[in-house]
Structures are given as structure tokens and as C-alpha cells.
């Protein structure tokens, strides 16, 4: 499973808290990219799973926040 902050922003009006099967339909729904579709498929199968947010599916999120805040503060 590969997230990127680009493939992450198709996620970013999901309805959360929600299920794998929920973020699918909305994936669907809205013309996500086919990688984001296969990301969201590699997620456990569990039915009573909810993810409350990106950073649950993809903990690195909170991360690339951060680094890209950075770079846009920079002065050059």
C-alpha cells in the first residue's frame, strides 16, 4: 500500500468516522484514482473496523502535514 499526499487529498471530504466499505463507495462515487481504490482494499477486513481519519489508514500522514507546512514557510 503506497499513500502519497496527493492520493491522500481524495480522501480528505470521506464521510469520517467510517468503514473500509464506506471509504470504497465514496472512493467510487467520487473518480478516485485507481491506486486509492487499491490502497483502500488492502485495508483489514473486519466489518466492525471504523477509521476515524486518514491518519488511521495511513500514520504518515501527519508527517508530510508537517513537512509540507515547513517548505511553504521558508523565505527565499
Known amino acids: 500500500m503506497l499513500w502519497t499526499p496527493e492520493l491522500?487529498?481524495?480522501?480528505?471530504?470521506?464521510p469520517w468516522p467510517a468503514t473500509k466499505e464506506e471509504l470504497l463507495d465514496?472512493?467510487?462515487?467520487?473518480?478516485?484514482?485507481?491506486?486509492v481504490i487499491e490502497n483502500l482494499q488492502e485495508l483489514n477486513d473486519e466489518e466492525d473496523e471504523?477509521?476515524?481519519?486518514?491518519?488511521d489508514i495511513w500514520p504518515e500522514a501527519m508527517n508530510h502535514d508537517d513537512m509540507f507546512f515547513e517548505e511553504d514557510s521558508e523565505d527565499y
Not at 491522500?8 to 470521506?14: K, P, Q, R, T
Not at 465514496?26 to 491506486?35: C, D, E, M, Y
Open 8 to 14: 491522500a487529498a481524495y480522501l480528505e471530504d470521506a
Open 26 to 35: 465514496f472512493a467510487n462515487r467520487t473518480g478516485a484514482p485507481l491506486q
Open 50 to 55: 471504523v477509521y476515524d481519519s486518514i491518519e
